[in-house]
């Protein structure tokens, strides 16, 4: 497992996992900071989610 945090702008933590980011702060804070798009957003059980890949 891959855990590491970031501070922003914002001054939310992002919890970082595989990549995968789970939960309402984690998702609020990448899109905030354009780390992914709306779009990308699913919900599984009312929880939000996202994957994210650096090129």
């Not at 989610?49 to 650096?54: D, E, F, P, R």
């Amino acid at each position: 497992m891959y855990l590491k945090e970031y501070d922003s702008e914002s001054g939310l933590l992002v919890a970082v996992c595989n990549k995968d980011l789970v939960g309402k702060r984690t998702i609020k804070c990448a899109l905030d900071n354009e780390f992914i798009e709306e779009a990308s957003v699913i919900f599984i059980g009312g929880v939000p989610h996202a994957q994210m890949l650096k090129l």
